[in-house]
C-alpha cells in the first residue's frame, strides 16, 4: 500500500535519481551550468535559492534530463509540490497552451494582414481613378483658354495693340517682380500645391533599427521580447545566433548574465553580470550605447 508523500518527497526523489546515475552534483552543475548550491537547494527543497518562474522550471527541466527522469513528468510533480507564485508564474494549465497561443497568435497576425489588404485594394483603387481621373481634368484648359481668342478676334483692330502692350510690359516687370507675380499666380497654385506633397512624403527618413545580436558562450536559458512580441524562451546552445530588428524596445533575461553575448549594430557589448547571475535588461535605440564595451 503506497505511502502518503510528505513534502521532502520531491528533493528526495532527485537526489535518488542522481544516485542511481552515479553522478555528483559538481558534475550535473558543470554540465547544466546551474551554480552548485542552487542544486543542492533543490535537493533539499528549498526553493528560495532559484530564480523563480520558467527559470526555476528550466533548471528542473535540465536537471531531470541529467539524472534520466521524464522532464515533463518532473516539472508537473515540482509544480504540485511548490504550488507558489515565484514557481507557477509564467506557465500555462497544460504544455500544449504554449502552442495553442502561438497558434493563436498567428492567426491574429494573418487576420490583421488579411485586413490591411482588404483596406489597401480600395485606397489603391481609389489612388488609379482619381490619378486617370485628374489625367482626364487636364486637357480642358487648353479649351477654354483656346475660346479667349476666338471671343478677341471679332475686337482684332482695336485690341491687338493693346494686348501687345501687357506682354511687354509683362518683361520690363522683371525688376517689378511683384507686379508681375499677381498675374502669374492662377496658373502656378494647381503645380505648386501639388508638387511638394510627393517631394515631402518621398523624403521622409525611415524609421531607425537597432539590430542586436544574441549569442551564448555556454548553455543559457534566454527570453527576450522585441517590441512587446516574445521572440525567445528556451535554452540557447553554443553556436546558436539570433538577430533581433528592434525599433522600440528589447527586454531580455538571462539565466547566466555572463553566459550571454550581445553585439548592438555590429558592435560588443559589456557583460551584463556575474556568472550565474539571472538578470533583466531593456535596450532601446537611445540607452545601447551605454552597454557597449569601452575601448
Known sequence: MPTERTPGDFGSKLREARERRGVTLR???????????????????????????????????????????????????????????????????SGQVEDNEAVESDRRMAGTFLWLLVISIPVAAAVVY???AGRRVTPPPPETAAPAPAILAP????????????????????AGAPAALP????????????????????????????????????????SASVDGQKVIERLLQVGEQRTLDVRRELVITA?????????????????????????????????????????
Open 255 to 295: 539565466g547566466d548574465a555572463s553566459a550571454i553575448a550581445l553585439t548592438f549594430n555590429g558592435a560588443d557589448a559589456r557583460l551584463l553580470g556575474k556568472a550565474g547571475e539571472v538578470v533583466t535588461a531593456r535596450f532601446n535605440l537611445n540607452n545601447f550605447k551605454s552597454y557597449l564595451q569601452t575601448r
Open 130 to 132: 482619381f490619378s486617370i
Open 27 to 93: 558534475q550535473i552543475a558543470n554540465t547544466t551550468k546551474i551554480s552548485f548550491g542552487q542544486l543542492e537547494s533543490l535537493e533539499k527543497n528549498d526553493i528560495s535559492k532559484l530564480p523563480g518562474g520558467i527559470f526555476s522550471r528550466a533548471f528542473v527541466r535540465s536537471y531531470a534530463l541529467e539524472v534520466g527522469l521524464d522532464p515533463e513528468a518532473t516539472i508537473q510533480e515540482f509544480i504540485a509540490q511548490f504550488p507558489h507564485d515565484s514557481v507557477t508564474i509564467g506557465h500555462s494549465a
Open 183 to 222: 498675374n502669374a499666380a492662377p496658373d502656378r497654385p494647381a503645380s505648386a500645391a501639388l508638387s511638394p506633397a510627393p517631394d515631402a512624403a518621398a523624403t521622409a527618413p525611415a524609421g531607425e533599427v537597432l539590430l542586436v545580436g544574441v549569442s551564448v558562450r555556454r548553455p543559457c536559458w534566454v
Open 155 to 174: 475686337v482684332t483692330a482695336p485690341v491687338i495693340p493693346e494686348l501687345s502692350v501687357p506682354d511687354t510690359s509683362a518683361q520690363p516687370p522683371a
